[in-house]
């Protein structure tokens, strides 16, 4: 059963760009870290991005300076802002929830996960 619902993706040129959406019911979502992974064909998942429960952020160097991640405590939702997307970033994406955020590139994953959105990039 999936617990985080999804939204975003699909196909783009490069350069062009995409947001991502993941929403959490959970009451204690706030408390919580939350980050975004992503698997390429062929490739081992990775950590993308990552967001405390508070206002600190940590970014995979592939994408440093081209992806945003953002929280909403409110809507109860993480966001994931995609600009200047290469092929490379072609991935399906996963969004997880109810984190531990220790340090700057240290997290340790929650329970939830999104079903994962298909991301392609066209050259």
């Known amino acids: 059963q999936v617990q985080l619902v999804q939204s975003g993706g699909g196909l783009v040129q490069a350069g062009e760009s995409l947001r991502l959406s993941c929403v959490d019911p959970?009451?204690?979502?706030?408390?919580?870290?939350a980050a975004w992974y992503r698997q390429a064909p062929g490739s081992q998942r990775e950590l993308v991005a990552t967001?405390?429960?508070?206002?600190?952020?940590t970014y995979a160097d592939s994408v440093e300076g081209r992806f945003t991640i953002s929280r909403d405590n409110v809507k109860k939702t993480v966001y994931l802002q995609m600009n200047d997307l290469r092929p490379e970033d072609t991935a399906v994406y996963y969004c997880?929830?109810?984190?531990?955020?220790?340090?700057?590139?240290?997290?340790?994953?929650?329970?939830?996960w999104g079903q994962g959105t298909q991301v392609t990039v066209s050259s």
């Open positions: 997880n929830t109810g984190g531990i955020y220790v340090q700057a590139g240290r997290y340790y994953p929650g329970a939830s």
């Open positions: 967001h405390s429960s508070g206002e600190s952020t």
């Open positions: 959970e009451i204690t979502f706030s408390r919580k870290a």
